[in-house]
């Protein structure tokens, strides 16, 4: 069975830090896997998603991520956070249905 | 261009009592999903459907009834409301399935409180 692991619930990070959000999957030799980000109240927004070619994927707002097969990651980074970045972060992955992770909860110190 | 609309915003219900969430979408898209999130949880897909007419279950069916007949609608039924099903609700649309460029689109979700 698919499933999706995001090892931290909550991490917080000082303004201008960078930033490394964590994501295993557990399906498929060759897994559709997305990132997406929830502002309070919100729904959810696609940050970035990667289908196969350059394991190293940009997304919108600075994000970028990197597939890792050997290590089933999809870790998501951001080089500068900005205190605009708080909110919840979730990796999916999808087969035959889209599949999330729990979620890092990102809060961002002044 | 409204995207995906939910009513009501926040609910709260009897145990026992029945409700219906609402969901339209003005984009077209074939693909409608109905997930709940529970804190810690992630996103859980409830029911989706491919097409007015057609419907699947997701991960977490039980309790739960859907119906499109039209494209634009995907309404959420909860019959026999429980504690359990206390939880934010989410419908999300796409043209096709999300590996093709036809990423989900999300509603703001309604919060439902059963006591």
């Given at each position: 069975a698919q499933s999706v692991t995001q090892?931290?619930?909550?991490?917080?990070?000082?303004?201008?830090?960078?930033?490394?959000?964590?994501?295993?999957y557990?399906?498929?030799?060759?897994?559709?896997?997305?990132?997406?980000?929830?502002?309070?109240?919100?729904?959810?927004?696609?940050?970035?998603?990667?289908?196969?070619?350059?394991?190293?994927?940009?997304?919108?707002k600075g994000f970028e991520a990197e597939f890792k097969r050997s290590q089933s990651s999809f870790n998501l980074r951001k080089p500068s956070v900005h205190w605009s970045d708080a909110a919840e972060y979730f990796c999916a992955e999808y087969r035959n249905m889209l599949t999330f992770g729990g979620g890092t909860r990102l809060m961002v110190k002044p | 261009n409204a995207g995906v609309t939910q009513t009501p915003k926040f609910r709260i219900l009897k145990i026992g009592q029945s409700m219906t969430l609402q969901c339209t979408q003005d984009m077209n898209h074939n693909y409608m999903y109905w997930y709940r999130q529970d804190p810690g949880m992630g996103l859980?897909?409830?029911?989706?459907?491919?097409?007015?007419g057609i419907?699947?279950?997701?991960?977490?069916?039980?309790?739960?009834?859907v119906s499109r007949s039209t494209t634009e609608d995907f309404p959420l039924r909860l019959e026999l409301a429980a504690p359990s099903q206390t939880s934010v609700y989410f419908c999300?649309?796409?043209?096709?399935?999300?590996?093709?460029?036809?990423p989900l689109h999300f509603g703001n979700g309604t919060r439902l409180t059963v006591t």
């Open positions: 090892p931290d619930i909550h991490i917080t990070v000082s303004e201008g830090a960078s930033l490394e959000l964590r994501c295993n557990s399906y498929g030799a060759t897994p559709y896997l997305f990132w997406y980000v929830q502002s309070p109240g919100q729904g959810l927004q696609l940050l970035l998603k990667y289908f196969s070619g350059d394991t190293l994927v940009q997304g919108i | 859980k897909l409830i029911y989706y459907s491919v097409g007015a419907t699947d279950k997701g991960e977490v069916p039980n309790g739960y009834n999300a649309s796409s043209f096709g399935q999300p590996t093709r460029n036809s």
